[in-house]
Structures are given as C-alpha cells and as structure tokens.
C-alpha cells in the first residue's frame, strides 16, 4: 500500500527567485519589519498538545520580543494570549507549569481566569468573568499533527488554509500519536533564516557532511513548491552519484547506523562499532536490507505501517512549514527543528525535537516534554551531522556582513530558500530597496 500523498511537483522551468539581499540577514529594520509584520502575523507553531494536555497546564512560547501564553482551560480547550497583563503591562506568566485555576499577574495580583477573563483586582476578590477591555488580549490557535499553532494577528486566515494540502499529504504518518521526551534549545550567532536556508537544501552535504554520501542521494532529490510551503523527497540507503559506486555494503551499514539506527531500534547517533553488516540476500541491495530491519522495528510497536511500501519506509519526506519550522518526517521517527530570531540580527535560538512512535501500553507514552538549554560544546550525543552544521553556520553569518556582498545567489538546488523568501516579501511588503530583485 502506498501512501495517500498528492504532491504539487512544481515544473522545472518554474522561476523562483535566485538572488537574496544578504542585508536580510544583518539589518535591524528588516529584523524590526519581520517582528511587525511577521511573526505578529503568521501561523507558527507554539508547542505540543502534549506541554499542555490537562486543564491549568500552560506554556510560553517567544519568538523575539513577543511572548504568547498557550494553556489548557477548564473546559478542556486550547487558548492563548499575549503575555501581558492589560494593567500595567507586567508578564503574566513565564515559563511551562500546571495546576491553574485562574491566571493571577505578579505586579498588582489582577485575575482573570482560563478564559482570559478579568475576575478580581485591587479593589474586588470576585469580579463577574466576562469579556471586556481587561481582558487577556487573545491569539488565535489551532492545531495539527499534534501541535498548537498560534497566530497573534485576529484577522488571520484559518490554519486549515494556511497549512494548505500539508495535513493530506502527511496523514499517512500519524504524526498526534507520536511522543517527545524532551526538547532542546541551542542558541546560535546567526541569523534565524541563515539556520533555515541550511535545513532546506543538499546542496552542502557533500562539503559539510560527506559521510552522508553513503547512505543519502543529495543529487536526485526532488524539491516540491507549494504556495508557502516547501518539500524534498531525499532516497536513503543508497548512496549519492557523486561516491562513484565506490560505497561498500559494509560503509553503508555502518554510516546509516550511526546515523540513523534508531530506526532500526538501535541507540541515536550511536558511536559504537555496528560490526560486520548483515548478509545482503541474492537479489537483493543493502538498502533492502535496511528496510526489513526498520520494518521488524516498527512491527515490534504496532501495525500502523505494515502495508506501507519500502519508498516511504525508509526516505526522508523533508518539509519546510513557513516560516520556521522543518520537518524531517520517516515512518516511525520524525524530527523538527524551529527557528526564533534572537536578541540581534546575528543571533537565534534552535529548538530540536524528536518524536517517536510508541507503543500504545508504553510506559512514556505522550509525556509532557522537558525543555533544556544546550551550549555548543553539548552536542556529543547528537552524532557528526549537528556539529559539522553549526561550524558552518557561524561561518556564513560572519561572511554576510562583509561590503563586498550584495546578494546571495542561489541554484536551482536551492530553490526552497528562493520561495521562502518570496513569501516573506508577500508577509513584510519591505520598501522598494529591500525588495527582491526581478
């Protein structure tokens, strides 16, 4: 069985744009019009249905200066607001915690309860709950695969629209009954979209991670533009045409191990000697191999992919949901890695969460996620991919600020990065001078 997928495979000949402002990635006033115009405006995700799955529980997401309390009412319903108290101003809550029965602001202790409502103040314990100008101010919300998008901008188009044929085409994962353990956030010196140009394309990974050219075609990889939203379907277990045919059935085995192996119900990014790879049957390829291996795997927690077929076993279905958030989805795993703008244009925050399918009777299935701050010199346990990016990453922020570079200049390889920057242009209407070029 095949998957129910409809890809809008865009043309080849279809024109994107090729040249980027490298002053995008530098300037305060592009980063002050993307505060106004974009984050206060766009569909983003906050958290999982998972941080906030009782009543009272809430959690605080912040892109930039903005910050939007997410939580669960006593009715069962997801709301957000801006965190901001319609007093003096003050945060009303930070960080993630449960238990609410109303939401109190540590200035001047005003109330207001789950649904945002005002309901006692200096001068009266017990007001009437009801809407008015001392209210909460409130963000739209929904949700998706799990998530809680939110949308700070009232008048904002449904998330059904927004997310276009994305919940079609990834209903074959069952991405709400996934589980995350914990998430991590790494900040970074560069630029939020310098991270999401990286994550979007192949391009680099026969000069950054060359490893991967044992196991992963960079080369046929077909890119799918829609109207926001980007994907590419990249082939793993094959090796990439640059290699050769010089890629040993015995270095594929051990770099899609260590890479990958979870999938296979082995350790994430395991250092250890994976041994002698399993006899290839005649007939058969390496790849093969790997999909039985990853297929006795996902038996072993339930039937969800029995029927699937062996290109959506073992691929990686790679999507870009405007304007940051990537997905690397696999049947039984995916990942997600969220950008947030930082303090400066050189800097940003990169949130990396990994989902696992689980069996329903297991003991952790659908925890609350455990957020945890990461320094660069934390990433042992995340294998070689990782570092090799954030060394690069570093590097390509120092080099936008030099006089020299007007633009970045990109291939058709690239071509995700020229969308999304398209529809920056249509969220941000920049001045004439900051526009892409024709």
């Known amino acids: 069985m095949s998957a129910n997928t409809e890809s809008n495979v865009s043309p080849p000949d279809l024109k994107v744009a090729s040249r980027i402002p490298a002053s995008r990635y530098t300037s305060r006033d592009w980063e002050d019009l993307e505060t106004e115009r974009l984050w206060a405006r766009v569909w983003q995700i906050a958290c999982t249905e998972d941080c906030i799955s009782e009543p009272g ?4 997401y912040e892109i930039g200066p903005l910050s939007i309390v997410i939580l669960r009412d006593d009715e069962g319903i997801v709301r957000a607001f801006q965190n901001v108290c319609p ?10 915690g449960g238990g609410l029965c109303e939401v109190r602001c540590p200035y001047h202790h005003w109330r207001f309860d789950l649904k945002g409502h005002l309901c006692g103040d200096a001068q ?16 739209s ?12 901008d009232p008048d904002c188009e449904p998330l059904e629209e927004f997310l276009e044929i994305l919940p079609k085409e990834l209903a074959w994962v069952g991405m709400e009954d996934y589980s995350c353990s914990d998430f991590l956030t790494l900040p970074l010196p560069c630029n939020w979209k310098v991270v999401v140009d990286a994550f979007i394309e ?11 050219l044992a196991i992963a075609d960079d080369v046929h990889t077909p890119i799918t533009l829609y109207d926001k939203h980007t994907m ?19 270095e594929l085995w051990e770099e899609f191990a260590a890479n990958l192996g979870h999938r296979m119900g082995m350790t994430f990014a395991s250092t250890e000697d994976q041994g002698t790879h399993p006899p290839v049957p005649e007939g058969q390829t390496m790849r093969d191999v790997l999909v039985s291996r990853i297929r006795a795997h996902l038996a072993s927690i339930g039937p969800r992919f029995a029927d699937l077929d062996d290109h959506h076993i073992i691929d990686d279905f790679h999507y870009h949901i405007f304007p940051n958030a990537v997905f690397n989805v696999f049947a039984g795993w995916y990942g997600l890695i969220r950008m947030r703008p930082g303090a400066t244009p050189d800097e940003s925050f990169v949130d990396m969460w990994n989902f696992d399918l689980r069996a329903e009777d297991h003991p952790e299935n659908h925890p609350r996620p455990v957020k945890s701050l990461l320094g660069v010199d934390d990433l042992s346990s995340f294998g070689t991919v990782l570092p090799q990016d954030l060394d690069v990453l570093t590097r390509a922020q120092q080099g936008l600020h030099q006089p020299g570079l007007d633009f970045l200049r990109l291939t058709p390889a690239e071509a995700r990065i020229g969308r999304m920057h398209e529809i920056l242009d249509r969220y941000l209407d920049p001045p004439d001078d900051q526009r892409l070029p024709d």
Do not use: C
């Open 202 to 212: 192949t391009y680099h990974l026969h000069a950054v991670h060359p490893q991967m």
């Open 232 to 250: 590419f379907m990249q082939p793993y277990g094959v090796p990439s045409p640059r290699r050769k045919g010089t890629v040993t059935d015995q």
């Open 124 to 139: 009266s314990d017990q007001l009437e709950g009801r809407p008015g100008p001392m209210s909460l101010i409130p963000v």
């Open 57 to 60: 529980d809430y959690w605080e």
């Open 141 to 152: 919300t929904g949700t998706f695969g799990g998530f809680v998008f939110v949308n700070p």
């Open 87 to 96: 007093h003096r101003g003050a945060a009303i809550l930070k960080g993630s």
